[in-house]
């Protein structure tokens, strides 16, 4: 973990990653508004990173907590706060695998990017059983994968030129793990090993969705369209994120489920 850690505090900018990935953050606050139902609800972000959603959620009345690996993404996200005018309920430097200590529980736990990180099973099990524990019963749990067909997706974005057929291919294989250039280490998995796996532990799901499917190669394009003909796109994109015909070759998978 030391080299992710590493990886967010001096190498990447995780804050503006969403600005880029416009579709991924607004598909993801479109699911978040339709089942985080009820006002001022507990929230515990782990692994938020700067806070993207831990403001997005503040900004409409919930009491939000942050925990992330990478001291620098707190300090983002306190900087952000600022400018903005919230305030978080707290803002915690630690560990998804060391949540221990934590009594305190929650209506709703985010848990959207420690599982890109954990490459063993064992590690990503720990972190969902951790989080489990401190949510309250009947209450909303949000994780989130990186799927085997992101690195497809982002030499398809802008059609780079290929070293390797073999090596893009290689992501495609069940269990891989492995560092994407120009990202640290991650785990990729395809959708039916993220559903089942998120089906291995008492909940109920709610979603399971492949957050930006076919939109993804057109990013770009689709981002620098004129705010309605943009909502139209975005409208398609939601409603193909639950096709399964499609779900798979999403960059990011996004599993809703009520414990």
């Given at each position: 973990?030391?080299?992710?850690?590493?990886?967010?505090?001096?190498?990447?900018d995780e804050w503006k990653r969403l600005e880029r990935h416009k579709?991924?953050?607004?598909?993801?606050?479109?699911?978040?508004d339709e089942y985080l139902q009820g006002d001022h609800l507990e929230v515990f972000d782990i692994g938020g990173g700067p806070g993207r959603y831990s403001l997005y959620l503040a900004e409409k009345g919930?009491?939000?907590?942050?925990?992330?690996?990478?001291?620098q993404n707190i300090v983002v996200a306190k900087e952000k706060s600022l400018e903005r005018g919230i305030t978080l309920e707290s803002y915690i430097h630690?560990?998804?695998?060391?949540?221990?200590?934590?009594?305190?529980?929650?209506?709703?736990?985010l848990l959207m990017g420690p599982l890109y990180h954990l490459t063993k099973e064992s590690d990503r099990r720990i972190a969902v059983e951790g989080a489990l524990r401190l949510l309250k019963p009947n209450g909303i749990i949000v994780t989130a994968f990186i799927s085997n067909y992101a690195p497809l997706q982002n030499y398809l974005s802008?059609?780079?030129?290929?070293?390797?057929v073999?090596?893009?291919?290689?992501?495609?294989?069940?269990?891989?793990d492995k560092t994407l250039e120009g990202f640290t280490t991650a785990y990729f998995t395809d959708f039916k090993e993220a559903k089942n796996f998120m089906k291995s532990?008492?909940?109920?799901?709610?979603?399971?969705?492949?957050?930006?499917?076919?939109?993804?190669?057109?990013?770009k394009e689709i981002n620098s369209l004129e705010?309605?003909?943009?909502?139209?796109?975005?409208?398609?994109?939601?409603?193909?994120?639950?096709?399964?015909?499609?779900?798979?070759?999403?960059?990011?998978?996004?599993?809703i489920g009520r414990k």
């Open positions: 973990m030391n080299e992710v850690e590493e990886w967010y505090d001096t190498k990447y579709i991924e953050f607004d598909i993801t606050k479109k699911y978040l919930h009491k939000v907590s942050l925990l992330d690996l990478s001291k630690g560990n998804a695998l060391e949540l221990e200590n934590f009594n305190r529980t929650f209506d709703v736990i802008d059609v780079s030129p290929i070293d390797s073999s090596e893009i291919l290689e992501y495609l294989e069940s269990e891989k532990f008492e909940l109920t799901e709610l979603v399971f969705a492949g957050v930006e499917n076919v939109l993804r190669c057109k990013e705010e309605s003909e943009y909502k139209k796109w975005l409208e398609i994109g939601y409603h193909l994120s639950r096709d399964e015909n499609v779900i798979g070759t999403s960059q990011h998978f996004l599993y």
